[in-house]
């Protein structure tokens, strides 16, 4: 397949313009925007005007159905996810579909089957995780493996012993109503957290319990078998439209905080001085770049020039995780080893 590749978009709502529309069209010759769908017919007549040369309709089966739509990016209501990814892949379109990749325990079996069927056509299915393309992130992760990073972090981690408790916490603007008022937050939002709590530390055996779980908050603590306590928490409560992040790992003798916005790290040396014993930018949150991110790499993959940063395992368990927990009585058992295609 040459450059670039032809796609399509199949609701374009805010998300879809913010992360996979705007940062994309004029700004990498990988990828070229060739089709666009929305079930609002006055929000179509919208997009004709934005894109005069792009293609518009109502109906996803138009987007299958073209033979110039190499590839689809889903980014419908959480419900509409099964049945579309399901014809995507069927069809044999390349497909980014937004999270979760199917909202409901009992089609977890189909998206097994979708993911194998996707890799014995050599379709590349991927999904939206914009936290693996965080550069503080990334740096955060270097020096918790040891690597040589940010003027001696990783030596200084080091120092502190293995790390005891993981927690991220998050605190966003209220939903803007529709939908997103009638669904879970657990499922919405945990399988981001899942994600990066393997990016950063692995896998390992966990018992995930669900302590509360709404519309506009959810809290999840775990065990893993490797010692490593977790616990995630986030709202959507702020009156204004704002995305707060903070991340936190508590060592054997020390810790360290995150905030994922400013991308500032302070670690404290428990035995030494109550006073930051590190404290330093290593880059924060930046929402357009790491959109295209995504989707540079998912044309990237298509093209055979770099592997997809999600596995299908690494779609299926992070889906399984938050539709799980969700309908659990309250717990749910992570094993790896159930996670492999």
């Not at 110039?68 to 509409?80: F, G, H, M, Y």
């Not at 692995?202 to 319990?209: A, L």
Request: aromatic letters at 10%; charged letters at 20%; one cysteine or more.
């Amino acid at each position: 397949m040459e450059k670039p590749v032809r796609y399509g978009v199949i609701g374009c709502g805010g998300h879809a313009m913010d992360n996979h529309i705007l940062p994309i069209v004029g700004k990498t010759d990988l990828l070229e925007l060739v089709m666009l769908c929305d079930n609002n017919t006055e929000r179509c007549g919208e997009l004709r005007q934005q894109f005069p040369l792009v293609q518009v309709t109502d109906k996803p089966s138009d987007v299958f159905a073209n033979s110039d739509v190499q590839a689809v990016v889903i980014c419908t209501p959480d419900n509409t996810h099964k049945v579309l990814l399901e014809a995507a892949v069927a069809i044999g379109k390349h497909t980014l579909v937004e999270k979760p990749a199917v909202d409901e325990v009992e089609h977890l079996s189909m998206l097994s089957v979708a993911l194998k069927a996707a890799q014995e056509l050599n379709l590349v299915v991927t999904s939206c995780h914009p936290w693996r393309f965080h550069s503080g992130l990334n740096l955060l992760r270097n020096a918790l493996q040891g690597n040589t990073t940010a003027d001696g972090l990783a030596s200084l981690l080091r120092s502190l012993g293995a790390p005891l408790e993981f927690s991220f916490n998050f605190s966003y603007h209220q939903p803007t109503g529709g939908w997103k008022t009638n669904r879970s937050l657990l499922v919405d939002h945990f399988n981001h957290e899942f994600d990066m709590l393997h990016f950063l530390f692995g896998h390992s055996p966990t018992t995930f319990y669900r302590l509360t779980d709404s519309f506009d908050r959810y809290h999840v603590i775990g065990v893993r078998d490797d010692g490593l306590h977790c616990s995630f928490h986030g709202t959507r409560r702020l009156s204004t439209r704002n995305f707060r992040n903070y991340l936190a790992i508590r060592f054997e003798r020390g810790s360290l905080d995150f905030n994922g916005n400013t991308g500032l790290v302070r670690v404290w040396e428990h035995e030494t001085s109550h006073e930051p014993a590190w404290v330093q930018p290593l880059g924060g949150i930046v929402y357009a770049q790491q959109a295209k991110d995504i989707m540079t790499n998912f044309a990237a993959a298509i093209l055979g020039e770099q592997p997809s940063y999600l596995t299908a395992a690494d779609i299926l368990a992070n889906t399984a995780a938050c539709v799980s927990l969700a309908e659990s009585n309250g717990a749910w058992r992570y094993e790896p080893s159930e996670f492999t295609l």
